[in-house]
């Protein structure tokens, strides 16, 4: 007798990374900081009513999302992660065995694996030459069956970036009858000034949604809040696919108190920022190829020395995250960690 579905047993794993006491975890694109005070204060206030329900709606938290956005909260959608935005996407979207989900690769491992989940096809475009978004080419890829498409900017894991003008052309080409969804996940740490900002795009293609997190920049990993903004209708769709209570008591309090606390939560940006050159500049010096990065990691393209790397980094007490026989995805953290990782990656170098 076959009690579930068949194609699980072909389903690719998520693969989180590794922990190991006494390493140097640099394979899940965490701060390394910990929430601010005020924050920490909201979270344990919030635990203290552990025994209620969450407000399953995320009233107060929508509406401090819009807020700082200047959207109206009825184009907010919240989730546990912004993970949880895109399986709702897919959710929303797709009913048929023919509908399909179009995006780049290699992009967030995650987007093959919802797909699948929500009974939909993938279809991919490899990433070009400089390991960006194809967009010509994914424009060109859409189908009749294609419901969504997701794009991924900064792209994890190859930190790189689509531009505003590049994601313009792709929304006309693209055509109002496929919802887009910009994953801008790594948003807080863009300064290329040319680089794609989904918001100021939304009130003219109202198939956009602009998917963000409170995990990486706001410091808040293990609480699972993530949020999506778009058109009213489109919003309301993905709240009626979201499972009930699926955004904790804590997390919501957790992600207003991040919000009202913004500039001391986002006060470590800048050092990933100015790290993350200096760590690619010492990496393009010891001869790997690296991709610019918009993002608070790096890219190795190491195409099949990567399980050696990896390896070789996990002998020096350095936890990267590979995807073997592509690449190694590595956290940009503080100086002392960085530095621990510079110096694994120059004796494989060598």
């Known amino acids: 007798m076959t009690l579930t579905r068949a194609d699980l047993d072909s389903l690719p794993a998520y693969v989180p990374g590794r922990a190991i006491p006494g390493a140097v975890k640099l394979a899940s694109n965490e701060v390394p900081l910990p929430p601010t005070a005020p924050v920490l204060a909201a979270i344990a206030e919030a635990a203290a009513t552990g025994n209620r329900y969450p407000d399953m709606a995320v009233a107060g938290l929508t509406a401090r999302i819009a807020g700082s956005l200047g959207v109206d909260p009825a184009r907010i959608a919240t989730g546990c992660g912004s993970v949880s935005i895109c399986q709702q996407l897919v959710q929303a979207t797709c009913h048929e065995p023919s509908d399909e989900v179009l995006f780049a690769w290699r992009s967030f491992e995650a987007y093959p694996i919802l797909t699948r989940i929500g009974g939909a096809i993938a279809r991919t475009v490899p990433l070009d030459g400089e390991l960006r978004h194809d967009l010509e080419a994914m424009a060109a890829a859409v189908t009749p069956h294609t419901r969504l498409v997701m ?194 990656a120059r004796t494989f170098a060598g």
């Open 151 to 344: 794009v991924c900017s900064p792209n994890n894991p190859t930190g790189t970036v689509v531009t505003r003008t590049g994601m313009e052309r792709f929304l006309a080409a693209v055509g109002p009858d496929v919802l887009v969804a910009l994953d801008e996940a790594y948003h807080e740490y863009v300064t290329d000034p040319d680089a794609a900002d989904g918001l100021p795009l939304l009130d003219a293609h109202p198939n956009l949604v602009v998917l963000r997190t409170f995990s990486k920049a706001y410091r808040l990993a293990a609480l699972r809040v993530g949020y999506g903004v778009a058109a009213p209708e489109v919003a309301s769709a993905l709240r009626k696919v979201c499972a009930p209570f699926s955004v904790s008591a804590v997390a919501q309090a957790g992600a207003i108190a991040a919000l009202d606390d913004a500039d001391a939560m986002l006060s470590a940006c800048a050092e990933v920022v100015t790290e993350r050159v200096r760590v690619r500049a010492a990496l393009l010096d010891a001869g790997f190829r690296v991709p610019p990065t918009q993002a608070n990691f790096v890219w190795l393209a190491l195409g099949e020395r990567t399980a050696a790397f990896a390896a070789h980094c996990l002998e020096h007490r350095v936890i990267v995250r590979p995807f073997h026989p592509e690449g190694a995805r590595v956290t940009i953290s503080n100086p002392e960690e960085n530095d621990a990782f510079l110096a694994a």
